[in-house]
């Protein structure tokens, strides 16, 4: 499972892959895992987005991951989520789950 966030002070954030054990999006689609750490810095991702691309961590093992999901998404089955991966959004200030279907 690829396991992305563009949400670059969040502690769990290491070159834009997710490293927190467990994740959860809520019923608002927001991510509940999500905490801002006080000395990460910001990197804007959109600044130099034509000049060269961001450089990513290595994607995750899915296993060493759960993912819980409380919202009415496809890929929400009994509770745990079963995408093939999840990016959560850089723009807003809530950390959204842009890989959210309605179903």
Known sequence: MDI????????????YTCKARKISINRGIVCGSYERGAKKPEIDSTKHLFEKPPVYAPQRDSKTAEIVCRANCLFNKNGMCVSNGITVNAISEKPYCVSYLEK
């Open 4 to 15: 992305r966030c563009r949400k670059t002070k969040c502690i769990h954030n290491d070159r």
